[in-house]
């Protein structure tokens, strides 16, 4: 095993002991963590993704994936699907983009994230089917992404 996910989307663990498995882990294979919850109800405010995902880096995660769920509808998204910009720049302010995989199944979300930070921004919870549509709008070969690198 070279990977592991450590995520307290679906159980409830203690923060500081899941650093405490990130800390352990790393050490023996590459973590990648996970911050935001799959329960609707779970609004966490912009100063504490920051934090979580802070002290899950120190920790020793290589990467924090921000939560959304496979049908992109929780965490950084509100419930229509919608990315809840003000989030996410926030995020930006403070944590690396290259540090962040953004969880991303729909395709208005995957151009959104494109469209923000570059062709070769991390998107997770990417479905097998949408791979290659997905690597087409990064090169620009649809009409969604298209005029946006033309135009650059």
Not at 4 to 20: F, L
Not at 36 to 59: C, R, T
């Amino acid at each position: 095993m070279d990977y592991a996910e450590i995520s307290d989307g679906s159980i409830t663990i203690d923060h500081e002991e899941k650093c405490n498995y990130i800390k352990e882990l790393s050490n023996q294979v590459t973590v990648i963590s996970e911050v935001g919850s799959k329960d609707v109800e779970k609004i966490f405010a912009p100063y504490k993704w920051i934090k979580l995902m802070n002290a899950e880096l120190e920790a020793g995660s290589w990467k924090v994936i921000a939560e959304a769920r496979e049908s992109g509808n929780v965490g950084i998204y509100r419930d229509s699907g919608e990315v809840r910009q003000g989030l996410v720049d926030e995020i930006l302010t403070q944590i690396p983009e290259e540090k962040i995989i953004w969880e991303a199944p729909q395709k208005a979300q995957q151009v959104w994230f494109i469209k923000l930070i570059g062709a070769n921004v991390n998107l997770g919870n990417i479905a097998p089917a949408e791979v290659i549509p997905l690597e087409t709008i990064r090169l620009g070969l649809r009409s969604d992404t298209f005029d946006f690198f033309l135009n650059q």
